[in-house]
């Protein structure tokens, strides 16, 4: 697995989160094969009145040329190396030629070119912004070294190369666009994945010294543990998987829901050496005790993981199929070496086995059964009022986000990311498709008129910027026809249309400007567009609300298929399919487990009892979350199903000892909640503190996303351990009679003793059942 590790790849898209068969996705896949990738724009804005010299002029003319000569770049546009629309009387075509003859080197020729670069209105809005002064050098990219490891190669260069920039002039620069988003965020994704690991391998080992004091006790179950963490990243290769934000998660996880498997098993292995003193026999009984309850725990928690595959999410179901089977392999791991290493370790010695009464503990314990026993009333109104305000919560829940809005609210990315946005109307990828169904349809002139009447409409909203389009490049060739005079500027007459489209004929089919906007059939044409990352909600209003409507009154009176498509939309349209999957993956939890209760228990009831108390922690989270307006996103959502299947372990705990005291105690069940309190309570404590210091560690993370899983996570398993241990008991005490067949021997009977009990009362518990056999027998004998 080490051998496959090393071969995981980062993975540089943005999350895929609609399926593969989806109808808007093939749209864009399709787009793709025609005009290539809407997301190998790169740009990098300044505005400070210094460049207008003819000193920093020049050095800009040289940022371009350098960052050009930079291997995957493909081009490289800048008012310091314009290219301009000329037109050749003799060939009857339009050629293009280079603005820039010879760089200004006073400020007269300066102001000159500035005017004749101003006057190039197909750039107006995209490189330069009269209102503000601020412009752009924008940076076309390979395709295939975007979708490479050479991606961060090319994005130090151009940073570099803009360093060198920066400190010769004193502009600071801004960079922007989704290749150095992708950059920024799988950058800091390798880092986080080192941060988080140390962080909670420090804290878990933390928790190990402070609880056993012991160093054999925290560096064998961490080795195990980190073997596991290799095997997770080598499950990712070995199932064609890269490492995405959640992906890179995965071995924080595995550390943390790993490790409460070993001190399970090293409690009950002290627990039974304390009685005995017998080391192999206490080993040999932890693994034939618990061996079932502990995989049963740790199938509900893979449960919790494993029904993400059944999303349509890619990114989800990746997450969730990777960390279900680790999860199961933690288990079989922790089984077969923790017992193994500690057979030749030495014995326990008194300081190893004081852990075993904590007086805090206790303390908790009693205050516990008090309420279970004296304030139940209390405990239930309380816990209804919460519901109920939690509840009101859930429905403020919004599934808004953004297209980078996992990166810190104060750092440049998204600083810079403002700057285009306040400069050039934004950066995010739009594209328009329109397919005219005949040949050369796109150049006809009533076509023509129709798509600058949109594109006028488009220009018009404030999130979008400037389009681009074949218009822009029939405008720009008869303002050169013209001798480039820029009153010129717009789209042919009746009667110089001829001419016009006669010297554009010769670029057709080309590797020409026209070759990026239009197929070669001149069939189908693209709008390219750039918009402002307005969040989910407004840029759905923005397509549905306002867009589309107008699209369609404008062509209502054609058949052309036009299709909005672009990264930008897929993203937005992801937001919806996480709603609905993430409703499904909690269905299939809910059932999921609730077959293992029935199979565990083989009673109805316990079944919705111990439902219950899983249920209220995710109502509250749901409820924080739409108080506090944290969104659904692909991180958040994963709160729900995976704190599910962990808090339900305590459940089973519970109830399992619950059932081991009925019939050790003539199925009182007053006596039976109280013994399994105070029996079962320090387990589901302990339990509790290390899995809320595992994922609190995920506060440290710089995505929000991941530090609201955190968060929300740690605060939901905390109070699962609340509601475990107090509303459990109160619905056991109110709804259960304590009947049970002595003919059914459901799963749950293979359970033992809890690994925090200081005393074992098995035997005589077994005792008092044989006991109670006989008096029943006899009173059957009697009644026949």
């Known amino acids: 697995m080490g051998y496959r590790a090393k071969n995981v790849e980062m993975d540089y898209d943005l999350a895929q989160m609609v399926p593969d068969t989806d109808v808007d996705f093939i749209a864009l896949n399709k787009f793709k094969e025609v005009y290539g990738d809407d997301g190998n724009i790169l740009a990098i804005g300044m505005k400070d009145s210094s460049l207008y010299t003819p000193e920093n002029f020049t050095r800009l003319n040289y940022l371009a040329r350098a960052i050009n000569d930079i291997i995957g770049v493909n081009n490289v546009l800048s008012i310091a190396n314009l290219q301009q629309i000329q037109k050749n009387t003799e060939e009857q075509r339009f050629e293009i030629s280079p603005m820039v003859d010879d760089l200004p080197q006073t400020k007269v020729q300066l102001d000159s070119l500035l005017t004749r670069i101003v006057d190039q209105k197909f750039y107006s809005g995209q490189l330069l912004n009269l209102e503000t002064g601020a412009t752009a050098v924008i940076i076309s990219v390979d395709e295939k070294v975007l979708n ?34 992708r950059s920024v965020m799988m950058g800091k994704v390798k880092q986080e994945i080192i941060k988080l690991l140390v962080l909670s391998v420090l804290i878990t080992a933390f928790i190990l010294l402070l609880f056993f004091r012991s160093w054999d006790a925290v560096v064998f179950p961490l080795l195990v543990i980190f073997s596991v963490v290799i095997w997770s990243v080598g499950t990712l290769d070995l199932l064609g998987y890269k490492i995405t934000i959640l992906t890179g998660l995965i071995p924080t996880i595995i550390v943390v829901i790993g490790i409460p498997n070993s001190i399970y098993l090293l409690n009950k292995y002290h627990q039974e050496f304390e009685k005995h003193g017998n080391k192999i026999k206490a080993i040999s009984t932890i693994v034939r005790k618990i061996g079932v309850v502990t995989l049963i725990t740790n199938f509900t928690t893979a449960v919790g993981f494993l029904v993400l595959a059944v999303t349509d999410i890619k990114l989800l179901r990746e997450f969730g199929i990777v960390t279900g089977i680790n999860i199961f392999a933690t288990f079989l791991v922790s089984i077969i070496l923790i017992p193994a290493v500690f057979s030749y370790l030495p014995k326990p010695g008194r300081k190893q086995l004081k852990h ?23 405990s239930y109104i309380i816990t209804i009022i919460v519901v109920i305000i939690a509840f009101i919560g859930v429905f403020k829940i919004n599934s808004i986000s953004f297209m980078i809005d996992d990166l810190p609210e104060d750092g440049k990315t998204k600083t810079d990311l403002r700057f285009f946005e306040k400069n050039f109307s934004g950066i995010m990828p739009l594209e328009v498709t329109i397919d005219t169904k005949k040949r050369r349809g796109i150049v006809q002139l009533n076509t023509l008129r129709k798509i600058e009447e949109f594109e006028q409409f488009l220009d018009s909203i404030p999130a979008i910027s400037k389009p681009v389009s074949i218009v822009n490049m029939i405008k720009a060739a008869r303002q050169a026809y013209y001798n480039n005079n820029a009153a010129f500027y717009d789209l042919p007459t009746q009667r110089d249309y001829g001419f016009i489209m006669r010297y554009l004929k010769q670029e057709e089919g080309s590797e020409s400007v026209m070759s990026n906007f239009t197929d070669t059939e001149l069939q189908e044409m693209r709008i390219s567009l750039k918009v402002a990352d307005i969040g989910s909600d407004k840029m759905d209003i923005l397509l549905e609300d306002v867009i589309k409507p107008r699209m369609h009154q404008i062509f209502e009176d054609t058949d052309f298929e036009i299709t909005v498509t672009g990264t930008t939309p897929i993203f937005i349209k992801g937001n919806r399919y996480l709603v609905e999957n993430l409703r499904l993956s909690l269905i299939v939890a809910f059932i999921v487990i609730a077959i ?33 307006g944290v969104p659904l996103k692909p991180s958040t959502a994963l709160i729900f199903s995976i704190a599910f299947g962990i808090s339900v372990d305590d459940t089973i705990h519970f109830l399992a000892k619950y059932r081991q005291e009925l019939f050790a105690n003539n199925f009182l069940v007053p006596i039976a909640v109280t013994k399994t309190l105070k029996e079962t309570g320090k387990s589901m404590i302990y339990t509790s503190i290390v899995l809320f210091a595992g994922f609190i560690v995920f506060v440290a993370s710089d995505f929000g996303g991941t530090v609201a899983l955190g968060f929300l996570t740690s605060a939901t398993l905390l109070v699962a351990m609340l509601t475990n241990l107090i509303v459990l008991p109160a619905l056991l005490l109110t709804f259960d009679n304590g009947k049970r067949r002595r003919d059914v021997h459901p799963i749950i009977e293979q359970y033992d003793d809890n690994f925090y009990l200081a005393s074992d009362d098995e035997e005589i518990d077994l005792k008092q059942i044989t006991k109670e056999r006989t008096s029943s027998e006899t009173d059957d004998s009697e009644e026949k």
Do not use: C
């Not at 303390?363 to 026993?373: C, I, P, Y």
């Not at 009831?605 to 995710?618: A, E, G, R, T, V």
């Open 148 to 181: 490479s490891a050479d991606r961060q190669r090319l994005m130090q260069d151009i940073i570099q190369v803009g360093e060198a920039f920066q400190e010769k002039t004193g502009i600071e620069l801004h960079y922007a666009g989704l290749p150095f988003v």
């Open 356 to 378: 075993l009464n904590f007086k805090m503990t206790d303390f908790m314990v009693e205050w516990l059964t008090k309420v279970a026993q004296k304030h139940r009333a209390k």
């Open 596 to 628: 293992v209760m029935g199979l565990l228990f083989s009673n109805v009831k316990m079944i919705l009892i111990s439902l219950i108390p899983n249920m209220i922690p995710l109502i509250i989270t749901a409820g924080v979350m739409g108080y506090f």
